[in-house]
């Protein structure tokens, strides 16, 4: 091992923290995962956020926080059915508010990276029929309209839509988020006008920001087959890689939605509506196909012995999954990249500390093969409502935990591991020694000065 080596990465990288309105903000009930837990079945404990991190109030207690860890960086969004509480209603105070909490991090030296969709539909859209209604892209794009001419000024990136695949899967597909449909057809339907709300938000900031850098974040998987014998896992696998991680990505580069086994969808006006990138990388998952499962069940997830995995349905920590993602999206789209996040639900922090590690080296190393990856935004800041597992005290995700009856906050080891990170704009021998030193052979063992 050479102790000179330091993975340091470029001077202009960005080194962030991600968060959303509705899982830290509190108080929002216009929205429909406030709606899901008063009609119940969706959620932990039929818990909507609450009060949550209470950033409508204190935002900037944590934005201290944030630049006392060194961060230059910080994903944030804006909460659609606050600021448009009615169709065509604007309240402007809550825009005002969310100008004085973005301008807080300008002057703290953090690029906000602004999100304009994050999950959440105001109450008034999703009564009128929601992702499915083709207005829908109309309606969106006025909100966008509304925000990035109110706070356009204040930062260059923006982020347009959160995970358009996850919220398409779980919401029309597998029943599991609010109203719980089962049925292709809409999700196809929700599918193409979520990527044409996309493009019309692409432009619109292009149109009034200069400099604008626009992109949106990718949930990516890694979908292995779990019985490497068997050609139904492989097939399976194949199938789900397909439409998990690549059908909505090439619809909004190449401007056509591709389903397997249906005629191709064409939307040329979203073709090439990314500048950039983002990945959200979490976890690895291994199919396994079931015979007689029914038409909704013929696969489910099978796990190793012997991997780290995260609790309940979480995959499996698989910190080559990051440089594989990153490798294969260069190749494919040769596009920048961002990590819009990654995180490990961990409320003991055992493991988030060799997480961060392992991730990094790994981010580091696809780096050094000239692939351009332009930040990394933690998955979270602090804890918050985790959307199907609400408050569950195994997802809690932050470099700082939150007592939710108290609002205080606490640093977690990995919090003190993450500042010496952005302060020294990489890992050192010295910080992996002090934080985390099982890993020092496994990341400086090969590393020469
Ligand atoms: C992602 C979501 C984010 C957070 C993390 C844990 O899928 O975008 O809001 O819940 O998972």
Redesign the pocket.
Known sequence: MNPDASLIFPQAFRWGT?T?SY?VEGNLTNNDWWLAAQEGGYIYHDQSAGLACDWWNRAEEDFDRMADLGLNAHRLSIEWSRVEPKPGVWDEAAIARYREMIQGLVDRGIEPMITLH??TNPLWMVERGGWENPEAVDWFASYAHKIVSALGDLTPMWCTI??PM?MIGQTYALGRWRPGKRDLNAAIRAGVNIARAHGAAYHIIHDQVEKAFVGF?K?MIIWEPHRLWMPNDWVAAWLVRLLFNRLFLSSVIDGVLRVPGRRAIRIPEVRNTVDWLGV?Y?QRYRIRTKLFGGRAMFMELGTRPGILKGPGDWGEIHPPGLSLTLRHLWNKYRLPLIIT?N?I?DQADEHRPGFIVTHLHELWRTMQEEIPVYGYYF??LVD?F??TEGYDPA?S?GLFEVDFETQERQMRPSGELYKAICEAGGLTPAIVAEHTPALLPAVFGSVRA
């Open positions: 991600a959303s899982q994050h999950f959160n995970e996850v974040a949930h959200n979490y996040e995180g639900p998955w979270s918050n985790e959307w997802f995700f």
